[in-house]
């Protein structure tokens, strides 16, 4: 099977974000609506909305599943408070799990957490919780920054964030580690503060024991992982410093990356320099970079030509296409494993 990783409800019906407009208008008179009821979207529409895109691209370029979370840059924890948030991530996961539900053979759901900026990480655990076991989703989105490119929010390596993590241990899901938009003007939101935050989330892990107190955590970072197999050696030199162990040893049990890179050099270095099981395969299609590349003639996003291109054997492009995935998320392998798969 070719599991795309990471992949984001971008093509909602318009009246998702009209209701989510309305909310932000009425952040300080919830009382004058929206209510979750005024909400109405059809099977009918959500058949429509990714026929017509997602499903259409995957059978067109070769892909067999998704894992299909909420629109990355509209979990917007910034806004509102912890009930804004609370409110606008049921309805998101909602949505996802009944694309889900309506495309089994195709999407796999995974959750977007209800953060806030300040607000104790515990507070999500009831929408992660009802998204494991009424939704069957696989995995989860944590956002490392939710004040939007203000990095306002202890790092990740940080006891702040372990009723999180405990969870996600108990039911044995991993989280990308994925920020939403940016409200800081210095950084654009998909081609700046979306890199910053995947090496940042990196850095954080590799400064800390964080995966002693949790050794089967396991965390996604996605973009190809940032910077970080571009300056591998800086990684590890700043590592050896600190006296930690090689990063093989120290991360790479934990943390793993996907190849949403967008040039076929990009993956080459990627498939490089990172073990080839912790890669995953991944395109975020639809998703930041929509437009055909004048050098090739092809989609940016069409990530799996680069796979097959790249210098790998067929071993090697199973455990990146379908292996490492099953692996990350044991939810998925369990529901693919009971369909047959």
């Keep these: ?12 019906p318009k009246a998702l974000e009209a209701w989510r407009n309305a909310q932000v208008a009425n952040l300080n008179t919830p009382e004058l609506g929206p209510r979750v009821s005024d909400l109405r ?14 499903l259409r691209l995957m059978k067109e370029r070769g892909s067999d599943l ?3 979370s909420p629109r ?28 889900a539900q309506l495309f089994p053979d195709h999407f796999a759901t995974a959750a977007m957490l209800p953060q806030s900026p300040g607000a ?18 696989v995995g989860i989105n944590l956002n490392p ?51 910053n935050a995947d090496t940042t989330a990196f850095m954080q892990c590799l400064t800390s024991d964080l995966f002693k107190d949790f050794p089967t955590l396991k ?32 991360l790479l049990n934990n943390i793993f990356f996907d190849t949403c890179v967008y040039h076929q050099p990009g993956i080459d270095l990627l498939t490089k320099v990172i073990p080839v099981k ?3 395969f991944a395109s975020e299609m639809i998703g930041a970079v929509r437009g055909i590349d004048p050098e090739t003639g092809n989609y940016y996003d069409d990530t799996k030509r680069y796979i097959q291109a790249a210098n790998l054997n067929d071993g090697e492009r199973f455990a990146i296409f379908e292996g490492n995935a099953r692996h990350v998320f044991p939810r998925l392998d369990a529901q693919l494993t009971a369909k047959g798969h």
């Design 1 to 12: 099977m070719i599991i795309d990783c990471h992949g984001h409800y971008t093509t909602a």
């Design 120 to 137: 104790d990480p515990a507070s999500c655990i009831p929408e992660l919780e009802k998204c494991v076991k009424e939704y069957g989703a």
């Design 66 to 68: 998704t894992i299909f």
């Design 219 to 250: 965390f996604l970072i996605p973009h190809g992982g940032g910077a970080v197999p571009y300056h591998w050696g800086r990684f590890c030199g700043l590592a050896q410093e600190m006296k930690k162990p090689l990063l093989t040893e120290h």
């Design 72 to 99: 990355a840059s509209f979990m917007a924890h910034h806004i509102g408070d912890f009930n804004t948030s609370a409110t606008w991530a049921a309805i998101c996961n909602e949505l996802c799990a009944r694309v």
């Design 278 to 280: 912790n890669v995953l």
């Design 145 to 195: 920054d939710p004040s939007g490119g203000h990095w306002t929010a202890p790092p990740l390596s940080d006891r702040h964030w372990y009723p999180v993590y405990e969870k996600m241990v108990e039911y044995d899901i991993p989280a990308m580690i994925h920020v939403s938009t940016s409200c800081n003007a210095c950084f654009h939101t998909t081609g700046a503060h979306y890199l």
């Design 41 to 54: 979207i059809s099977d009918d529409e959500l058949r429509e909305s990714i026929e017509s895109n997602q």
